[in-house]
């Protein structure tokens, strides 16, 4: 049976979504590699989401969700529309500037082999010229957030980590600057299904605690309404649904009513 998360735990964020300003704010963009195909892999995207949400963006296999997230950081352009980040249009963002405020965690981790756990959690304070006294307290700090040990993990190197491991680092490394903003592609899908749940509840305690803007990526319901105060589905790179946790299960959309059947999810449990 499927225990969806109490959405009571975000209620002060959700109190707040409607007197501040969106943190990211699609306005009708649309993404096309070239006028030569058949269709742009983003069409029609407008979406607000604001401080302190987790937006799952699920989806199947190509419906755009990595490149709708590939956006907001500028890893793409897109060809036409909107996009704003904290206010401030994304093109008149430095791209590197914009990448440093924005916490980025991928299935595949990310670290860097050669760099011991320390090096690459400290790397982005260290590149915006933190004292090294800060710089040390952040990493003792973020790596405590993420349920490691500091001093026994600051020498060891990714390859002596194991799967579940290196997720809590990169995670502790996406967190390591204080970004306002979390984005999350598949983070956990390379994982054994027990580790996978672990880190899923740990993450939501951790989402309570960081009150960071998350956009998280998947392709797994289940996933999608755990972790997520908001799920977005996407289909062939438009979104079709829209929807709270509790409300997506009850939602007669095609595609939606696909993804639930295929979980094989127990709807009792969203009444």
Do not use: C
Request: no cysteine; aromatic share 6%; charged share 25%.
């Amino acid at each position: 049976m499927l225990t969806l998360r109490n959405d009571a735990v975000n209620s002060n964020a959700r109190e707040s979504l409607y007197v501040t300003k969106p943190s990211i704010e699609f306005v009708n963009v649309k993404y096309q590699i070239s006028t030569r195909e058949s269709r742009p892999i983003l069409s029609g995207i407008s979406l607000d989401i604001h401080q302190g949400e987790t937006i799952s963006l699920l989806g199947k296999s190509g419906s755009g969700k990595t490149t709708m997230l590939k956006l907001i950081n500028r890893l793409r352009n897109f060809t036409s529309g909107d996009l704003l980040v904290e206010g401030k249009h994304v093109k008149d963002w430095d791209p590197i500037s914009l990448r440093r405020r924005i916490g980025y965690v991928i299935q595949e981790v990310g670290l860097f082999p050669h760099l011991t756990i320390e090096e690459n959690v400290s790397l982005v304070p260290e590149l915006e010229n933190w004292p090294a006294d800060r710089i040390r307290l952040r990493y003792a700090e973020v790596m405590h957030l993420v349920g490691l040990d500091a001093a026994e993990f600051s020498r060891r190197f990714p390859r002596q980590l194991s799967g579940g491991q290196r997720q809590r680092a990169g995670v502790a490394r996406a967190l390591a600057a204080d970004p306002g903003i979390l984005l999350m592609d598949e983070p956990f899908g390379a994982l054994d299904p027990v580790t996978r749940a672990e880190l899923q509840r740990e993450f939501l305690a951790l989402a309570r605690k960081v009150a960071k803007t998350i956009v998280l990526v998947t392709h797994d319901l289940r996933e999608a309404l755990l972790l997520g105060t908001r799920v977005v589905l996407l289909d062939a790179g438009r979104i079709v649904a829209e929807a709270a946790p509790r409300e997506f299960l009850k939602l007669d959309q095609p595609v939606a009513r696909e993804f639930i059947a295929s979980s094989e999810l127990v709807l009792g449990a969203a009444q």
